[in-house]
């Protein structure tokens, strides 16, 4: 008699492929110690400059001017959260260039390429790993900043997790920290060089996208708000600024599409570009 077997569906080959990758990828990131100590020396330091900056911004509450009393009383979550997020950016730039940008000067790019003749794939599983752990830690260390920063700042500026906004603003700093590690990763996989990949993206998230705000008129008010960064953090605060012309979310869209435009780029040079 002959066996009968029911026929595997459609497209189940490419799922469990896809799903190896993803094993494959992740086991790649956890293996790497720096990548480990990295995270964790993220969290510790975002913890305690959240605490640190609180802290001062209540002990010289009376030296404030009434503009920036009234700022931080209008988004006590965006100082508590801005506080160490400052020093998070830094840390998930150099580690999003370096998951694809490292394998490149190491050559090891070319045994990912042998055992995944696809190119694609490999990198959407990179980013898929990457992104997921990076929103994980950095909604934790979110969490942690709140409730360590919440109490600080309680006698000025009274906020609770249940406030509008502010759960969304929590989380969305983790979001905001996720699509930064996925632009960076992008940017890493476009130079392939790890120093000069590194040295771009800090120089333009920390430096240039700032600048942008000193440019005169209405025009500069624009570019500034539209740069990919400068929207994307809207999402960590629990209210709009005045001078904000973007919502939380719309800035967040903003920053979306940027990424998605340098995540193509790096796709389309992948496959054109040898190894």
Sequence with gaps: M??????APAGSGRSNTFSRLL????TKLRSVRSTVWSLLLLVVLTLG???LFTWLTVSQWDQSSKSQQQQFIN????????AGFQLSQLAICVLG????????STGMIRSSLLAVPKRTPMLLA????????????????????????APIVHSKAAVALGDPGVLRAVIGAGLYLAMLGLFALAVGAIIRHVAGAITGIIGFVLVLAPLAQLLPGKVGDHIHAYLPTEAGHLIAQSRPGPHDLLTPWQGFGVFA?????????????????DA
């Design 2 to 7: 002959t066996d009968t077997k029911p026929a």
């Design 23 to 26: 094993l494959s990828e992740w």
């Design 49 to 51: 400059f959240t605490a």
């Design 75 to 82: 988004d006590p979550v965006g100082l508590i959260l801005g």
């Design 97 to 104: 260039v370096m998951v694809m940008a490292s394998e490149y």
């Design 126 to 149: 990179k980013s898929v790993v990457f992104v997921g752990l990076v929103f994980v830690v950095g909604v934790l260390t979110a969490f942690g900043s709140f409730f360590i920063g």
């Design 257 to 273: 599409v940027w990424t998605a435009i340098l995540l193509v780029l790096a796709i389309w040079l992948l496959d054109r570009r």
